[in-house]
């Protein structure tokens, strides 16, 4: 099988997916990683096949946005290119491939796949899907609260996340002739199988998640 690996990010995001590419070529795929420049001579240590992102990488973008009287704004510019990047870079490439591994943060993943009519794997390090039980992991409130519950919190959280990312996403897709999305957060769960990379006697489940989703386990320190 014809596997392309797509992340970003530092080293918490590349490891792990340098892992899981060694062992999906031990394994006998023919495997890609899309990965940024810096962790290029790594990724030819490993003897593993690479596309650079056509961007910055992870230090310079550090560097830039300390360096910006606003951050935010910057940072919001700097995801909106990403998405643009993505979506010229990887339709012709993601069209060789039968099958697609993306982190959670690769916000065009799921539509190019689709556009490609490619089944995707979405890789998360917490049990990042929407439910009643389980709050987002980036939203640390005590779970005693009357008020502020796990449901609201991931409301909150998919309304910030279709501010920033739906418009260019949503543009790209109209370009492509393909409908337009309303909630990020729930189309990319539901169109895709999510896969989360912790231990399943750490983590825990939500009987609300009616999707495709499996607790694969570690893939860091060459536990996979």
Same mark, same amino acid.
């Given at each position: 099988?014809?596997?392309?690996?797509?992340?970003?990010?530092?080293?918490?995001?590349?490891?792990?997916?340098?892992?899981?590419?060694?062992?999906?070529?031990?394994?006998?795929?023919?495997?890609?990683?899309?990965?940024?420049?810096?962790?290029?001579?790594?990724?030819?240590?490993?003897?593993?096949?690479?596309?650079?992102?056509?961007?910055?990488?992870?230090?310079?973008?550090?560097?830039?946005?300390?360096?910006?009287?606003?951050?935010?704004?910057?940072?919001?510019?700097?995801?909106?290119?990403?998405?643009?990047?993505?979506?010229?870079?990887?339709?012709?490439?993601?069209?060789?491939?039968?099958?697609?591994?993306?982190?959670?943060?690769?916000?065009?993943?799921?539509?190019?796949?689709?556009?490609?009519?490619?089944?995707?794997?979405?890789?998360?390090?917490?049990?990042?899907?929407?439910?009643?039980?389980?709050?987002?992991?980036?939203?640390?409130?005590?779970? !005693?609260?009357?008020?502020? $519950?796990?449901?609201?919190? =991931? &409301?909150?959280?998919?309304? %910030?996340?279709?501010?920033?990312? #739906?418009?260019?996403?949503?543009?790209?897709?109209?370009?492509?002739?393909?409908?337009?999305?309303?909630?990020?957060?729930?189309?990319?769960?539901?169109?895709?199988?999510?896969?989360?990379?912790? !231990?399943?006697?750490?983590? $825990?489940?939500?009987?609300? =998640? &009616?999707?495709?989703?499996? %607790?694969?386990?570690?893939?860091? #320190?060459?536990?996979?």
């Amino acid at each position: 099988m014809k596997i392309l690996l797509v992340t970003r990010g530092a080293q918490g995001n590349i490891y792990p997916f340098l892992t899981i590419a060694t062992e999906l070529k031990r394994r006998g795929h023919e495997v890609v990683l899309n990965l940024p420049r810096i962790f290029e001579e790594l990724a030819k240590s490993l003897d593993i096949e690479y596309i650079v992102q056509d961007e910055e990488n992870t230090e310079e973008i550090t560097e830039q946005t300390a360096r910006s009287r606003n951050r935010f704004y910057y940072l919001l510019n700097r995801m909106k290119k990403t998405i643009d990047n993505q979506f010229e870079q990887l339709i012709p490439v993601a069209e060789q491939f039968d099958l697609i591994i993306a982190g959670n943060t690769e916000f065009a993943a799921p539509s190019i796949a689709e556009y490609c009519n490619k089944p995707l794997i979405r890789t998360t390090f917490a049990p990042f899907i929407p439910g009643k039980n389980i709050p987002p992991p980036v939203f640390r409130f005590p779970e !005693s609260n009357p008020f502020i $519950t796990p449901a609201l919190l =991931w &409301k909150v959280l998919n309304g %910030i996340t279709n501010l920033t990312v #739906n418009k260019t996403i949503n543009r790209k897709r109209k370009a492509l002739g393909m409908d337009p999305i309303r909630n990020f957060g729930k189309h990319s769960v539901e169109n895709s199988k999510n896969y989360l990379l912790y !231990s399943r006697y750490l983590g $825990t489940t939500d009987i609300e =998640w &009616k999707i495709d989703w499996k %607790i694969g386990g570690y893939c860091f #320190n060459d536990q996979l």
